[in-house]
């Protein structure tokens, strides 16, 4: 029994050592066999002369180069594809994913033989700034309202999985890759263990406020198309209130005649459809944005490097 751990590295040369030093300390509580996936997604720094290095003291600890940084969705994605493991799991290589948890998990799967997956869920979110938790509050309300899939609020993608769900998730080839999306669409039986939040050990994350907003807007586009009601909806509404209003002068003029007035209203209402329509073309331009890159079929990434010759690994 092997279980592949796959972990995304973005610029974490100080991160790794450490990450494999706990994770080596778990893996001999644990008694099973580890194969490690490190994926060095364009990292700027010596993310990938550490790696080699590891390699060599591990053959067992495998890793792959990107050319460039193509994302972490793309790095888990690149890893799965290349883990061999009845058993896979999926960390960040900075600690904030507690690796002794993967005892707890372990014991659950085997515990109860209906279950899938074991995923982690964060209850609290110290150490990050309040508005971002209200945010990501709001983004998973949100979220779980208008798409299908059901994600849980707080939960990490650091989940410990058996190999059936794996190839599910490998079968969606997808090139917007929103994992949490991904996870949830699967199914499969799944449990959270739930922890406290636990900051980084060394270096620092790669997301800002602009680039949270951006990903929860991936998130609702590729897993909803409740947007694209809006236009229609909105279209409805107006049109129901454009003809209320016809009436509504046809009356009035022929009760009260003309009184040439109402230029501030006139401007109002042309500048509330005008914003609406641009707003309804830019969802539309969202989704065509999106069927734009899928159609062109390009590779989730691209590796330059690996551990490995291709028949080994
Ligand atoms: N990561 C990656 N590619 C990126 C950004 C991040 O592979 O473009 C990795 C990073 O090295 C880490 C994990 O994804 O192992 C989570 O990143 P981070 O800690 O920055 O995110 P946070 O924990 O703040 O959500
Ligand atoms: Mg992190």
Same mark, same amino acid.
């Given at each position: 029994?092997? !279980?592949?751990?796959?972990?995304?590295? &973005?610029?974490? %040369?100080?991160?790794?050592?450490?990450?494999?030093?706990?994770?080596?300390?778990?893996?001999?509580?644990?008694?099973? %066999?580890?194969?490690? *996936?490190? !994926?060095?997604?364009?990292?700027?720094?010596?993310? $990938?002369?550490?790696?080699?290095?590891?390699?060599?003291?591990?053959?067992?600890?495998?890793? *792959?180069?990107?050319?460039?940084?193509?994302?972490?969705?793309?790095?888990?994605?690149?890893?799965?594809?290349?883990?061999? =493991?009845?058993?896979?799991?999926? /960390?960040?290589?900075? $600690?904030?994913?507690?690796?002794?948890?993967? !005892?707890?998990?372990?014991?659950?799967?085997?515990?109860?033989?209906?279950?899938?997956?074991?995923?982690?869920?964060?209850?609290?979110? %110290?150490?990050?700034?309040?508005?971002?938790?209200?945010?990501? #509050?709001?983004?998973?309300?949100?979220?779980?309202?208008?798409?299908?899939?059901?994600?849980?609020?707080?939960?990490?993608?650091?989940?410990?999985?058996? #190999?059936?769900?794996?190839?599910?998730?490998?079968?969606?080839?997808?090139?917007n #890759?929103?994992?949490? =999306?991904?996870?949830?669409?699967?199914?499969? %039986?799944?449990?959270?263990?739930?922890?406290?939040?636990?900051?980084?050990?060394?270096?620092?994350?790669?997301?800002?406020?602009?680039?949270?907003?951006k990903?929860?807007i991936e998130?609702i586009v590729n897993?909803s198309d409740a947007p694209l009601n809006i236009a229609f @909806?909105g279209?409805?509404?107006?049109?129901?209130?454009?003809? !209320? /209003?016809?009436?509504?002068?046809?009356?009035?003029?022929?009760? &009260? =005649?003309?009184?040439?007035? =109402?230029?501030?209203? $006139?401007?109002? @209402?042309?500048?509330?459809?005008g914003g609406f329509q641009l707003l309804t073309i830019g969802i539309l331009g969202k989704y065509i944005g999106k069927i734009f890159m899928e159609t062109k079929?390009?590779?989730?990434?691209?590796?330059?490097?690996?551990?490995?010759?291709?028949?080994?690994?």
């Amino acid at each position: 029994m092997t !279980i592949s751990v796959v972990v995304p590295c &973005f610029n974490e %040369e100080e991160s790794i050592p450490l990450f494999y030093a706990e994770m080596e300390r778990v893996r001999e509580v644990m008694g099973t %066999e580890f194969e490690y *996936i490190f !994926i060095n997604d364009g990292s700027s720094d010596n993310t $990938l002369s550490v790696l080699r290095d590891l390699n060599l003291v591990n053959p067992k600890a495998h890793y *792959i180069s990107f050319s460039r940084n193509f994302g972490k969705e793309a790095a888990l994605y690149a890893g799965l594809q290349h883990a061999k =493991g009845n058993y896979v799991t999926v /960390m960040d290589v900075d $600690l904030q994913d507690p690796p002794e948890l993967l !005892i707890e998990m372990k014991k659950r799967l085997d515990e109860v033989v209906e279950l899938d997956c074991v995923g982690t869920r964060r209850v609290t979110r %110290e150490g990050e700034p309040p508005i971002r938790s209200f945010f990501a #509050r709001m983004f998973y309300k949100l979220i779980n309202h208008i798409s299908q899939v059901e994600m849980v609020d707080g939960a990490r993608d650091f989940r410990l999985m058996r #190999r059936p769900m794996v190839d599910a998730i490998l079968e969606l080839s997808e090139y917007n #890759r929103f994992s949490k =999306g991904i996870f949830a669409w699967v199914g499969f %039986e799944t449990q959270y263990l739930e922890y406290k939040n636990v900051e980084r050990v060394a270096g620092k994350t790669s997301w800002n406020f602009w680039s949270l907003f951006k990903y929860s807007i991936e998130g609702i586009v590729n897993f909803s198309d409740a947007p694209l009601n809006i236009a229609f @909806v909105g279209g409805l509404l107006s049109w129901f209130l454009a003809f !209320i /209003m016809v009436v509504f002068i046809v009356v009035r003029t022929l009760v &009260f =005649g003309d009184p040439t007035s =109402g230029w501030p209203s $006139l401007m109002t @209402v042309i500048l509330f459809l005008g914003g609406f329509q641009l707003l309804t073309i830019g969802i539309l331009g969202k989704y065509i944005g999106k069927i734009f890159m899928e159609t062109k079929k390009r590779p989730v990434y691209v590796i330059k490097e690996k551990s490995d010759n291709e028949k080994l690994f």
